[in-house]
């Protein structure tokens, strides 16, 4: 009796050693939030998004290190861009009117990730807008919030937007934003992989 209830705790233990673990390493979603930022004012919003409208915006990439990269989106199609650093790069493509998917790797080892900003400015031909209020701005129709497709790694991600775009001089409607932030709660590594959706609209 006392060999069986000893070879029980030891499963229960190496259980409990097992479940931390998988819970430890794996990718997860920490949440959406948002806040007004630095106004951007429009006169029109549509769902006519394509390379050239992603490419308006810039990406910040802050490594591990300390060290920050700024880039530019490179249109390698009509509806698809990248942005290529020194050890990361982000993509992007236009897969309907309301949906634009994203990719996060690192691509070299040595430097990770610690967070990632596409950036607005007052000439972004660009807004992510949100589902909800709906309806919101006007032109831009129902949303899609930030929804993670595929994560791999050992960290949470947190997305928050900000940079409140609207039709100016009407008061924004909280659903269209210039520029997206997301961070991790640990580095994100060489093997990692983030994948995302977002609705992308255009404004003049």
Same mark, same amino acid.
């Given at each position: 009796?006392?060999?069986?209830?000893? +070879?029980?705790?030891?499963?229960?233990?190496?259980?409990?050693?097992?479940?931390?673990? +998988?819970?430890?390493?794996?990718?997860?979603?920490?949440? %959406?939030?948002?806040?007004?930022?630095?106004?951007?004012?429009? +006169?029109? #919003?549509?769902?006519?998004?394509?390379?050239?409208?992603?490419?308006?915006?810039? #990406?910040?990439?802050?490594?591990?290190?300390?060290?920050?990269?700024?880039l530019t989106f490179t249109a390698t199609s009509a509806t698809?861009?990248?942005?290529?650093?020194?050890?990361?790069?982000?993509?992007? #493509?236009?897969?309907?009117?309301?949906?634009?998917?994203?990719?996060?790797?690192?691509?070299?080892?040595?430097?990770?990730?610690?967070?990632?900003?596409?950036?607005?400015?007052?000439?972004?031909?660009?807004?992510?807008?949100? +589902?909800?209020?709906?309806?919101?701005?006007?032109?831009?129709?129902?949303?899609?919030?930030?929804?993670?497709?595929?994560?791999?790694?050992?960290?949470?991600?947190?997305?928050?937007?900000?940079?409140?775009?609207?039709?100016?001089?009407? %008061?924004?409607?909280?659903?269209?934003?210039?520029?997206?932030? %997301?961070?991790?709660?640990?580095?994100?590594?060489?093997?990692?992989?983030?994948?995302?959706?977002?609705?992308?609209?255009? #404004?003049?």
């Amino acid at each position: 009796m006392r060999q069986l209830k000893a +070879t029980l705790t030891a499963s229960l233990a190496a259980l409990a050693t097992l479940t931390a673990s +998988t819970v430890a390493s794996a990718a997860s979603f920490g949440g %959406l939030t948002a806040s007004a930022g630095v106004l951007r004012c429009t +006169t029109g #919003v549509s769902q006519a998004t394509n390379a050239a409208i992603l490419a308006t915006n810039w #990406v910040e990439i802050d490594y591990c290190s300390g060290y920050t990269e700024y880039l530019t989106f490179t249109a390698t199609s009509a509806t698809a861009v990248q942005a290529i650093g020194a050890n990361a790069a982000l993509y992007g #493509v236009v897969v309907s009117a309301t949906t634009t998917n994203y990719k996060l790797i690192v691509h070299t080892p040595g430097d990770d990730v610690i967070s990632v900003r596409i950036m607005g400015s007052p000439n972004t031909k660009m807004g992510f807008d949100r +589902t909800s209020p709906n309806p919101g701005t006007a032109g831009s129709l129902s949303g899609q919030d930030f929804a993670p497709i595929s994560m791999t790694g050992a960290w949470i991600v947190y997305a928050h937007l900000t940079d409140e775009i609207a039709l100016c001089p009407s %008061l924004p409607r909280k659903d269209l934003f210039a520029s997206l932030h %997301l961070r991790f709660s640990d580095c994100f590594r060489y093997g990692d992989y983030l994948s995302f959706k977002i609705d992308t609209d255009r #404004v003049n």
